[in-house]
């Protein structure tokens, strides 16, 4: 058996004052200055920490945010004078889909390679939308060689990217069908291009040397391939360059690269053509936008003998590009998904899935509806502390300062985000008792959906449910 794929972390502290969730007020003047003051039996110690972070404080907004939100020393108070409140610059980070929950969950696993655990626990609802309607399966999760990232069975994550034969042909010689050429990496995930709304700060160097670290792809710009290039120090195996209309690439760049994207068009047959003639054994992937007709063209694509990869991509929030009444990410996955099975083609082409992905725990679900492997992008930029604003261009200050970030500070929280994904992704799998995330493709057995159970459960009461 090979080494036991592993990401070498270390603990990354954040550049600047952490914008926490929970703080406690005091009020002071009634304190009787207790003997056994609850603010000394904090078993996070955070009373000290605040008057050690306070005593160096430079900045008068960078208040103490930073309870666990154990309730202790709220409930414990013999006189009732703390109490705790919301830190309000937490309430404006993000948006309806990128919430502050999910970036403050990104920062900590950025920071510390682990999977975060909240003193508070979970506080929010257990169904929503996107994939908040979706439940995994944890029927496994009391056997104990099966018991995650310390379990004693090993759980492989890796994939492969490429097309694969429909059947294997022999003769008295041995294999007679020729194998295709495949990319394989050690977690289904790859880094996709950064947004063009959010152009602070140039991730490349960044994103990089995080791919040769982890293993794992970085979609680049094909423009751009000599700045690449440089970064790569002249190892171009962890990137995949994006190919767009009217652009190209040097052939002896497309020797030594392992997979390349193109942009879908009319004329996608013949560029993937020209490519392969440069190249036989690169892998090619198309790029399809989930817009109102991104599942029929993926479907129609994946009929033809010259794509190997499909790469379709919804908007940053998951949902269906330019349509009154947007679908999100879940649902096209299983519809084209779907097609495929029907078709009999979808053993035979790799699906990449993106937009959306957040969380560690939307990869392992994007997976169970059909998707081969994910694709990420701002879940990079979050864990360098960005804050998702409106104000990320050029001449306007950036609230987080990325403009000012360190290489070693980049790389060492991307790959920690990165590593800390790794091992959720083992932890799920080992509750549903997968011992390989290829199984997981499509096994829509292994999770329920929320809708499917209203309807089953309340539609023949009430009929379906209507849609606003």
């Known amino acids: 058996m090979p080494d036991k794929y592993h990401i070498q972390t270390r603990p990354v502290t954040p550049?600047?004052?952490?914008?926490?969730?929970?703080?406690?007020?005091?009020?002071?003047?009634?304190?009787?200055?207790?003997?056994?003051?609850?603010?000394?039996?904090?078993?996070?110690?955070?009373?000290?920490?605040?008057?050690?972070?306070?005593?160096?404080?430079?900045?008068?907004?960078?208040?103490?945010?930073?309870c666990m939100g154990c309730f202790c020393c709220v409930q414990e108070c013999t006189k009732g004078l703390l109490c705790m409140g919301i830190n309000p610059v937490y309430e404006g980070l993000?948006?309806?889909?990128?919430?502050?929950?999910?970036?403050?969950?990104?920062?900590?696993?950025?920071?510390?390679?682990?999977?975060?655990?909240?003193?508070?626990?979970?506080?929010?609802?257990?169904?929503?939308?996107?994939?908040?309607?979706?439940?995994?399966?944890?029927?496994e999760i009391v056997r104990p060689t099966r018991d995650g990232i310390h379990g004693r069975e090993y759980i492989s994550t890796a994939v492969d990217i490429g097309r694969k034969p429909g059947f294997l042909g022999f003769d008295q010689t041995g294999l007679k069908t020729s194998m295709p050429p495949l990319v394989m990496i050690q977690m289904p995930l790859i880094i996709d291009l950064q947004p063009a709304q959010f152009s602070l700060p140039d991730l490349r160097p960044l994103t990089c040397e995080t791919a040769r670290r982890t293993d794992t792809l970085v979609v680049a710009d094909a423009t751009d391939w000599a700045v690449w290039n440089e970064n790569a120090g002249g190892r171009l195996t962890h990137v995949v360059f994006h190919i767009g209309d009217?652009?190209?690439?040097?052939?002896h760049v497309l020797r030594e690269v392992r997979l390349v994207e193109v942009s879908d068009g009319p004329d996608v047959a013949e560029r993937i053509a020209a490519i392969k003639k440069v190249n036989p054994d690169l892998v090619v992937c198309?790029?399809?936008?989930?817009?109102?007709?991104g599942c029929r063209r993926a479907v129609e694509l994946a009929q033809t003998d010259?794509?190997?990869?499909?790469?379709?991509?919804?908007?940053?929030?998951?949902?269906?590009?330019?349509?009154?009444?947007?679908?999100?990410?879940?649902e096209m996955i299983r519809e084209v998904h779907t097609a495929l099975i029907d078709s009999g083609r979808r053993d035979e082409i790799t699906l990449i899935a993106g937009g959306g992905i957040a969380l560690p725990e939307h990869m392992a679900k994007a997976i169970i509806c059909g998707a081969d492997l994910v694709s990420v992008e701002l879940p990079l930029m979050v864990g360098l502390e960005c804050h998702l604003c409106d104000?990320?261009?050029?001449?306007l200050p950036c609230p987080a300062e990325l403009e000012e970030i360190d290489p070693a500070y980049g790389v060492g929280r991307m790959t920690n985000l990165i590593a800390a994904w790794h091992d959720q992704l083992i932890e799920v799998m080992g509750a549903m008792g997968m011992r390989e995330v290829r199984r997981l493709r499509g096994d829509v057995g292994r999770c329920m959906f929320f809708e499917q159970l209203e309807e089953e459960t309340f539609g023949k009461l009430f009929g379906r449910r209507k849609n606003a």
């Open 286 to 293: 198309v790029r399809v936008v989930l817009d109102g007709d």
């Open 15 to 66: 550049r600047r004052p952490r914008i926490g969730k929970f703080g406690i007020v005091d009020w002071r003047e009634d304190c009787c200055r207790c003997h056994h003051c609850v603010k000394n039996a904090c078993v996070y110690d955070r009373y000290r920490q605040e008057a050690e972070y306070i005593r160096h404080l430079r900045r008068v907004d960078a208040l103490f945010f930073d």
């Open 306 to 330: 010259v794509v190997d990869v499909l790469h379709i991509r919804a908007d940053l929030n998951g949902n269906e590009i330019g349509v009154e009444r947007p679908r999100f990410l879940k």
């Open 94 to 139: 993000g948006n309806c889909y990128w919430t502050p929950d999910i970036i403050r969950t990104t920062w900590a696993q950025a920071e510390t390679a682990k999977i975060p655990v909240s003193g508070a626990g979970y506080r929010g609802p257990f169904s929503g939308p996107g994939f908040d309607g979706m439940w995994t399966d944890m029927s």
């Open 391 to 395: 104000s990320c261009r050029p001449g």
């Open 246 to 251: 009217g652009a190209t690439l040097p052939e």
